[in-house]
Every structure is written in structure tokens, then in C-alpha cells.
């Protein structure tokens, strides 16, 4: 069918399906659009321990947690740079272009880097996590990096396996975890879990603008930073920040005044208006009607796939889906610019230069997501298809709402 | 399927799918997010003659147009206050809840009220208006009063053949004609239908909150006002309002300042970028695929029907739909709280006291919305039809994405 | 002082001191920033019952409130459509231009009008309405209309004299009050005072932008309504606003959704934070350092004078002052293009095309201004009236902090 | 005079004078009040090479400019970590507790530091600089730290005079500038003034919420840092920024969306609109007025100091000031209970838990600040040093306008 002579019918409330950021609830935006705020006295600097309390609740964890002005890879580098001095060994866990970059910066920090790679397809196997750390009997690995869902290949770890794998190694690496894209989208118990740091940042599952990145920090790991060797940057230390006395101290410096208002809306939102597993719960659902609909598509000489074939190695935050290249780039552009939505280019999957890359897009359902946005963004791409004449099975968007509805 | 043990997916932007206020474009807000402006000299007052020019683009007339800070309700005031005294008869063509209310505002105002009334599922019948006018030998009926879209019924009448039919009589009355659904929406084509007074409002297509309202005014309306006798209504009294000299005259008064800021940009958007016959197409293909949805859910036993059999009789911005009752409020109550999307109620087709009431709804599919919006709107329909076990037919979605793509 | 070679100092926030619309608190912009809100249930039609006790509040009366979507213009006809037909007679005490005008609009409503002028720079005198009631045996004078503080000639007038003379004459006229430029600013108890109208609109002391205005009605005066001639506009007609029993009665048809979420965060903020007698008193000691600068400025053969000499006839809200033509347009072109004040240019003392017209100006101190704003726009003025070599005495800016201070 | 049964002027909107975070205009918070934006296309990925072309011209250089996610604080380390290893040598002039605050950070890296402390009252010396650096033969002092205004001391160094001093000296050691207090108020040019690194922030002459940092970076300190011994952090590594290829690049990791939103408005008003000089000449005068009120209100046995005594070492952008103990502290209290501005605390001047510390306050004038914010500011101050009967002398506000005018 000749869409192009059709005139676009993307006029109306954009909506943004890229894993990152993420939309931004306009209670949020309200709560920024406020003038400059004193930050010695008064109700910014009254907030923290609500603030605070409300991050550790949303990584449920009653131990410790920074706050960073920075974006994601600042909190990559933060937590290394607490932990680890040049020479220092770690374990770093690729399963997607997201743990490749942390490593690299783990790398560039003067780190030993010793690297498992799972692919662009597969969640890691914490039996070769396992069998590696009981090759370092002289523990000299002193943390292993893992990453929750890697917003890249939008695989989703077993982190309690992998906690698993290094007691039954015997190992005492500390255990450090990506939840960039999965915190406040899916289940992540840093507690009960065991993990020592968990990394994330403002614009994913916390609904905030990209700007804001936390630490939350174990016992375990503040001792292990202590003991670490060398000048630790003062930007990144995690001592002052987690044992601040005055406001300034929680940022090492000036406050970001603008995104701890826009944050204080998003946790109540999250936290105390919805509650995190409510959330957790509304994510894996809609998560089950994307894979429906992209199970359906794929049927009958469908050309669509899900780049994770394991269910339950599935992000609930985000997927990344394939195309016979070009149609993924020829779908992205014309839900864009015909209705309204922008899909997720691939990512890490093929080189931009290479014709692969076309094949590659990802549709992200993280955050401030509703049944309407959701089901919105699979009408979309299911008009797509027919609009481009992309082979598709039939069925999508009824197999979507019926999974929408499986408990 | 028993939904209730679910927790709600309606986390996320809240759809609003009334009839007006339809949803108000971030841009608009954004434009009247602005400090008080000076109503004497400088920006606003010189905005002006662009913004009249846009106006009378939206109702494709060169002629006139008046604004009032007012809701549709004042404008259907304004209208019959220029043209007819106490005593003056008017022919009021009734389709819908909104019809019916013209005409008792008509009958308050002291006028000779004549009344077709056609039911609220069907459109005006220009044959009964040719014989009705043709019974007026004297030419005493001063105006026809009818309603493009009934946002009740949401029915459309045909206003080129109201123009014929009147003119077959040779009659000289007035065409007035309610466009506050329709406007910005569906083709209406003042100067070419020969229509002479436009009433409408800021709320609808016009994507801006509801507080202004318009007159689209002809020469021969203009003619008519002056000749009308007794005292005319200062605040509606459009001739100072057309022929402003300073700024405040426009408005009778103060100028709605942040009104004007926002409609300046809903215009922009309108006329200046998507252009309005495109919007109306976009209108058009929107309500292809909801009434494609509403067949199928209709089909095979399903119990929706939509409440305007004839195809062209069905207005391109909003659609009434019928199920038993209850089942209409039980679907609206679903989508509201567990899926983001508030649904309007039945108008004007059961009295709210009758259990009947319970068996209508609207979807508005006006103003700023664009694919993503309306698929998500029946996508969420679709699910809460399942959840609630409400019977309907298969396939609904599939045929609305197929039929968005009809040229 | 050549100033023209300096550049500006006016790039910050810009300080609108015209007298309405007023400064727009950011609470407000900020509740107005919203997504049209559904207007058949939930919170926007359950704002209602406390809306009204907080506009009754404002006019410390427990008798009635009709909201109207207007401008100030509209009120003041609805509250003579209310209660006037045509042919009926009204008195009208006229103090400034916004007498007038209110006086203009009742003559074309066809009402018999009979005009008391106290010129432009006095108060009404209440022995001469006391004489004319007298001269009226049959008590064909259905209402006295009042300016409570008339915002062209910033006269305020003294109600309860006027109260009392109607009482002296024992004439059983109703009193109407425009409280436009007063309402939230000054002194105004409507029950107390035996006021039967009030008419007041947002953008003064209620801080929300142009759009709405309100009748407060006594029961006196609904009495009078009921008993008025003729057929009474359906939009003007208070009944089934104040008796509304669906929400969109309170508005005669759709809600002016966006204007009363303003609204109640300006309520919230002038009812429930501040208190109204406290913002009485708050304008009252602006208005004192307004007037000593005046003072000052007009000594030692200073050109400024004040238009109302009576220091007991000033208003609280606004105050009209004096140049040599052209030296009060100079100042304001000074003031907004320099330094970041607009101020408002005089209103109804002379014609715009005589050249006295450029020797009035106006200084607003009403609603959202606290000491930092008022005195900063004094010390403008000032600046202006130097850099201009406009002749003026010294020290007005060190009286203005010394008035801010007495009680 | 007892002003306690006064009840509040406050009431208005708020006037934050606190030297950072400035007041931000309502244009820059309207461009953060955005939906999330697409970061891999459009818009926001072109934006980039013209606010950079407007950072380089804030900062009058031709070179090179990086721009990191982070406070003013993260700019200091940045700095510090592209051309610093542990174990190098700077030179540390300290005016000020924001040189003091540099120079730890300095040590904390691991950097060998020699201080030069020229007290909390007066600018430093460039010949003690010139003999320090003669002192080092061996040329191990890598850099030389300086501070262009101390915002804690509001001192401002003359950095010409220090390029001359090095020069004189014949050093190759780099010279640092934080210009976090000056950058867009006052006279910076880096590139004919010899800078080889300029430190900024956000929040201050940029008027955007506090969450970006900025260095400009000359062709030799680029050098300088590709000499570097031992690893660099990736996040503060500049080369990336400075040479990035991708959009992600420039911000190593997501970009700040929003902050950048706000940022190109921001530059907008101070580079095209107003113009960077004419924004110096702005501060210049601003600054004038307020030294003429200090210096009034300190004649006549009155208490207030300014703490830089040298006029030609005072900051146009933030003014320090003293008076007996506690009434800095009263005075501050008065004005943002009772008046609606809030100053700054002293800071650096004396311990918190000093009583002396109550005896410094800072007024603001940066940024986004006009004649009427200035001006109301100390029409608010001196109407509090009435209140409270703190010793002061007259014509403080006279003597401000007066200054104000003088080019």
C-alpha cells in the first residue's frame, strides 16, 4: 500500500519510546519549573532525609546511598572509583553494549580487566562467573561487574544467581550492579540479593531528566573503599556525600537544585503513590504484551524477532527487536513522522556503518508508562508494518491486549 | 478474566478522549506558562491582525470575526443577541443534546422558537427545512439554527445541502451554524456553504482550554444586526468587537491575555504547520479506524453499536457507542483507573437518573491527537471489553490500524 | 544626565506594574500548567463547594457568588441584566473613567440613567446621592452604582457613607459595587457594609490571569432579579449559577477549567495562607510608601503630583500620578526600556490625542507585590525621573522605607 | 522601631539574591519545560555546534570548550585531573574560602600544592606570584590556580595583571581561572588575557539551575594533558568532549536534556539578545549602586562595611558585606520574612559556630538581574536596617540611583 501520498497523522502528544530517557511525568516538569531555590536554608535543604530514605526504599536497601550530579557513566565511575585503585583487578560481565562500556572505563581508570562475554543475545552464566573467580585463588578479583539489564540488548541478568555463583565460589568480590535500566522498572532487592553497589541514574525508571546518577552502597563496600589505595577523587568519594552534615555536602558542591524538586515528585510518585512492586508489576505486564505482539508478528513468515529468545532473560523495562535491514530504520522513521512515535534505534547490535544496523530497533516501556501509552506505541508499529508492507504475521495487537490481561 | 486482583497499568500520562477540553498541546501550555503581559502597548496588542487572519483561515472566510471571553455557550448567546430581539422567530434544527440546548437558550432570550428535531441518532433532513421554510410565506423566520456536529449524538450534518435546501425556498433567513465540535476538525467551509454565522469555541479543535469563543460572521449577518430592533447586549454586541480601534475593544473589556498566548500557538500549529485541510484528513483517517474497531467489536454478537448508523452522517471528531447497560460506565470506570484513558460519558441519549445512561460513552478523537493516541485509545477499549468480559468481536484492532491506512 | 548612551538595565524579570492584569504568582502559572482535566467527575468538579466558600470569603459576605467566564465588562453587565430591563432606571456615581464606562454600558442595555459626576480626581460625595434619593419619591431608582476604587483615577470611594446616605434617604435602591480594582486589596466587607452586588474579576487582587469575573449577590438582590420584566439572558442569569446542581451549571455550559485551577492556588494562597485582612493591610502600608515617595518627589518644586489629594479617598491597590506632559510618557518609555518596569499609562484623564494625555501615569501596588517589588519600582521611578532631568524632590525613596514601617 | 506587630510585606514574588543559583528567567524555565527529547536525532543532537560557538564567545575565546555534567566543584576536579598526576606541582592563590575549597581539591588528588593565601579581604598580588614562580627554577609548578571572583570573599582578582606576572616571571606554568562567579557578569577574555583554562558553571552569569559545568581549554593546556603521566578519568577527560564525534560524546554518556534546553535560551538572552558587554556594563552599573548604598549606609557612624575595601578589586557580580554581630543574621531574617528577598549568608568570613559569623551577608547581582531587582533589593535592606534599628546612615537609596546613572 502507497502511503505516501497519505498526509502524517503524527499531529498530536509526541511520545517518546526510547529506553532513555524516559517520559517525563508533568508532574515533574511542574515540580522543575520553579524559580531558584535557596539552598542554605528552608525547604530544599529539609528534604534530604525523606529524599534519601525514599531512594534506598526504591533499591530496597537499608545501607547507604549517593547522590551524584552526573549521568550514568559518572556513576560507573564513581563506583570504581571508590573501590578500586589503578592495578586493581576486576570482573567485568558483557552481556550487551553497556557492559562492554563499563568496562572500558574501568579500563581507561588503570583497572586489570579480566572480561566474560555472553554476546549481544544471551544473559550471563554464572557457572563460568563461578569457575572463573575459583580461578583467582588468590582473590585478587576485587569486584565483579554485572549489569542488570543491559539497556543495549535489553537482556535481564539473574543477579541472585550470580550472587549465588560467587558464594559458591568462595569468592569475597564485592559485587557491583548496572540497574541503570531496570531500577524502579523490575524487581532488584539490593539486600536480600547481597549486592554491594547498585548504579543508577535519574531518567529511566525514575521518570527525572538525564542529570542525576545514585550509588547505593554496602557496609562491605564502604570498608572496601577505605582500604583502597592512593588519592581517591573528591568528586567521586562516596564518604562525604553518604555522611554529609551540610546540604552541599550530599552533591560536593552546589546543589542540582532543579532535578532534586523534579525527583522528590518521580519518588513520590513511584514510592508512596504507586509502591515499587505495584510497579514492578505494571512493567512485567506490559512487557508480556510487547513480546505477544512481537511473537505474532514474527509468526506465519513474519520477519520480526526478539533479540532475547529466553522469556525469562527478557527486560521488563525495554526490548530490542529485529528487522530484515533496512525496515527497522524504514519502520523508526515512519512511525516518527507518521504517527507520533520515536522508537529506539538499535544499539551495540551492528556498527552504524554497517547495512545490519538498519536491522535493529528497540521500543522502551520503562517508567511513566500507562496501558494507553503501551498499546498506543504496538498500534503504531503493527500500522507501520502494514503502512511499509513489512512481512508480518496477523493477530499482534489482539494478542497484546489478551496478555496485558495475563496475571 | 477477574481484572480486579490486577493491580492498575494506568500509570503514565492520563489520556483524556472527552469531547472537549480536548488535550491542550504542550506548546499551548507552554505559551501560556508566561508572566502577565502588557495589554497597552507592545507584543500582545500587536499580535493582533495574525491572529485574526488565522482565525477566519480556521472557518475559511474572508469575512468577519468577533471573540468573546466566554464558553460556546456565550458564543450560541452572542449569536442570537446580534441578530434577534425579544419576539423575532428562529427555526431551530435539533439532532442532538446540543441542539436542544440552542434552542432553549433561543426560547430564553425571548424568541419565536420553531423546532424540527430529527432524534439523536440521525442527521437534520434538508427536505422537512425546504418545506418548513416554504410554510413561512411572510419570511418571518429570521435564522436556521443548526449544528454541524452534535457532540452529544455526534452526528454530522450535511451543511452544504442545508444551504441548498434554504436557498430551494427561496428563503432569506440567516444559516447559523454550531461548529464548537467541529471547527479545526472537519471540512466546514464558511464563505463557499454560505454560511453565516460560525459559532465555536477554544476547547476543541482549536486545542486551547476552554474561556474564549468565536463568531465567524457574514455581511449579510452584519446587515441583519443593525437592522434588528431594542437595545443589543454591550458585552455580545460583535460590531466593536470586529471593527476594534484600540486593543481592549476586541474583548469587550480586559484581553484574556494568556488565552491569546495560547490559541497564538494552537493556530501556529494548525494553519501554519500541519495546515488545516491536512488536520481534517488526519481527522478523517482517525475516525475510519474507531469506527472500524466499533464494527468489529459489534460483529459476531458483540453487543457495541455506534450510535449513528450513517456512515456520512458520522462526525470525524468524536464517536458515541452503545453497550448494555451498565457495561458502558463499567467500561469507562476500567479504562480511567486501570489504564489511563478517560472515556466520556453518554450526553443527551438517557436522562443520568435512567440505568439506561449507563449504556452510552464517547471516544473524542479531536484536536491534538495523532495515531499513537487513538490506537492506544481503542487498544485500551479492547482490553477492558476482555477484562470485564463484555462481549465483543474479534479483530477490532487489527481493522483499525488497516483502516488508518485507507486514503 | 545624558542617559541615552548607557546601555540598558532592564535584562532580568520584567515587573508589570499596570493596574491588571497584576503580577501572576508562579503557584498560579504553575497550577495552571495542566493537562485539561476530565470535567464530569473527580477533582475539578469537587473543587466547587470550597471554591465558593473561598470567593464568599474574599468578599466577607454568607449570601451568594456567580462565577462568570468574562472579563470585568461582562460582570458589570450581568449584574444589570440581573436586575435591570430595559426602561428601568439606575443612578450611577461616577469617579473616574470605569464609572463611565459601567454608566455607558447600562444606557445601552436600555436603562434609564441618571448620573452623579465627581470628576476625575475626587470621591463620590455621599450627601449629594443622599439628596438626589430624596428627590425621587416614587422610588423609581432601582440601584446605586458604585465604583469602589475606580482604576483609571485610583479614587477610592467610601462605601459605608454611601450605604448610610441611601439609608438617610430610607430609598430601597439596590448597591452595586464595582470592586474591580479592590477585591483582595482593600477593605471590603459586603455584608457588613450592606453592599448587594459586588463585581470583582481575577487579574487584580485575585492574581489570576484575565478571564473570569464574579457577582456576589444578596438576597435582597436575587429578590430583585426575580421580580425583574422581560425575558433575562440566559448567560447573564445568576439563578442557575448560583443554584447550580451539575458542575457545568456554575459556568452555564463548559468550565473554564484551566482559569479555576488557577484560581484556587490564588485563593489558597490569599484565603488560607496570608489572610485576607493581613493582604488589607499588607496594601495599605505599600500605598503609604507609594504616596510619601510622591510626596517627596512633588516637593521642592518637583513636577509629580498625585491625582487624588484626599489621602483618605486613595486607593491601596493603584495610584494615578502627574508630570508635565510629555514627561510621564518619557518616564514610562524610561522605566520599561531601561530599567525593567512597565507602568501603566494614565487612563480617562485627558483624550490619547491630546497632549496632555503624556503627563499622567500609573503606579499598580495590587495583589502578588511585596516590599522588594514596590520598592523597586520606586526606586525606577526614581532613576527615571534623574536620568530624564525630570524636576523632582529628594529623599522619596528614604521616605517610602520609613512609611513601609509605620503602622 | 518595633516592627514585629507589623504583619509580613513578604507576599509577592520571592527575589533569591543569593550569589548562586541566580534568579532563572522564565524563558530559560519555559525551554526546560519540555517532554523528554529524542537524543540520538533531531533538534537537540543539531543544537550542539552553535552553543558551543556561544560558550567559546562567553568566554571571548577562539579555542576550545568541554562541557561536563556536574557542579562548579566537578569542574574544579575536571581541570585538575586533564593536566595533573598525582604527584605534580600548583601554585594555589588563595582570596577566598571558593580558593581554599580549589586547593584541597587540589591535595585530595594527590597534587603537590604550595599556596599563596592573600586573605578573605583583598585581591592577590602578582608580584608575590611573580616571585614565587622565579623560586622555581626547576619550572615543577605545572600550574597556577586562581580565582577571577571569590564569591565567598566577592573579592575579583585582576587576571591580567597575573598572565603579566607569570609572564615576568618566564614560567611555563598553565594558568587556571575559576570563573564560576564571573563568567557573563564581568570582563573575561580568555584568550587575549592568556588564560589557559576557564572553569565555570550554570548557575550563576549562564542563569540555568545548577547541574552543568563548562571548561574552556586552550591549544596549550590540551598540550599540557596529553603529557600527562599515569591514567585519566574518562569521565573528566576533556578530549572526547571536546572532539566528539557522536552527541553522546559531548557529555561522556546521556545527555543533560533539559539542562541544555535551558542553557540555549540562557545563551540566547545573554549572546544575541543582550550581548555579552553590554551584560559586563549592566553588572558594572549595578554593582556601582550598590556600593554607593554600602557606603551610605556605613557614613555617619553607621555599621555596614563592604569587605573589599579596594574598589578596583570588587566583583560586579556579588557584593559582601558586615555589620556588627548578629544583625547580619536579623537583617537577612527581616528581609525574607518580612520583605520577600533573601540574601546570602557570609561565607569564609568566620566559622558558622562563631558568633561573629552573623555578622557578614551577601547580596547577589548576577545574572539575570534589571535596575528594579537591584534596586528593590536595597530599598528592602534599608527599610530592614530601620526596622531593626541598626545604626546606618541616610540617602542610602538616593545615593544608589544616583550611582546607577554614572557610565
New interface residues.
Partial sequence: ?P?D????????????A?P???????RV??A?????????EGALPQMMPDLLRDLRAAACTRQHVAIY??????AW?AAL?NICA?GDRVLSLVTGRFGTGWA??AR???VNLQTLDFGRSAPLDPQQVEDTLRADPERKIRAVLATHVDTASTVRNDIPALRAAIDAAGHPALLLVDAIASLGCEELRMDAWGVDIVVA?S?KGLMT???LSFLWVSDKARTAADTRS??????W?WTPRIDAQAFYQY?????????LLGLRAALD?LIHE?GLE??W??HA??ARAVWAAADAWGADNGDLRLNIARRDARSHAVTSMRLTAPDATRLRQWTET?????L??GLGMADPTDPAWHGYFRLAHMG?????????????I??GL??LSIPHG??A??A???A??S?
Same sequence: chains 1, 2, 3, 4.
Avoid: C, W
Avoid at 20 to 26: E, F, I, T
Avoid at 230 to 235: A, H, K
Fill in positions: 500500500m502511503s501520498f497519505l498526509p502524517s497523522l503524527g499531529q498530536g502528544r509526541p511520545y517518546l526510547i532513555g530517557p524516559s517520559v517525563v511525568p508533568d516538569l511542574n522543575m519549573h520553579s524559580p531558584a531555590p535557596n539552598i542554605y550530579i552526573s549521568n550514568g557513566h559518572g565511575e572509583a589503578p572500558e572505563m581507561a581508570l588503570g541514574a531518567q531528566p538525564p542529570g592512593g588519592p581517591r577523587s573528591p568528586y568519594n552533591f560536593g558542591g552546589t546543589a542540582p537544585t532543579h532535578h510518585m504507586e505495584t510497579a508489576i505494571r505486564r506490559l507518521q504517527a507520533g512515535v520515536t529506539g534505534i511513566h508508562v500507562n496501558a494507553h501509552m503501551a498499546l498506543g506505541a504496538l498500534g503504531v503493527d500500522t502494514k503502512a496477523p493477530g495487537l489482539d497484546a491486549t489478551q496485558l490481561l496475571p
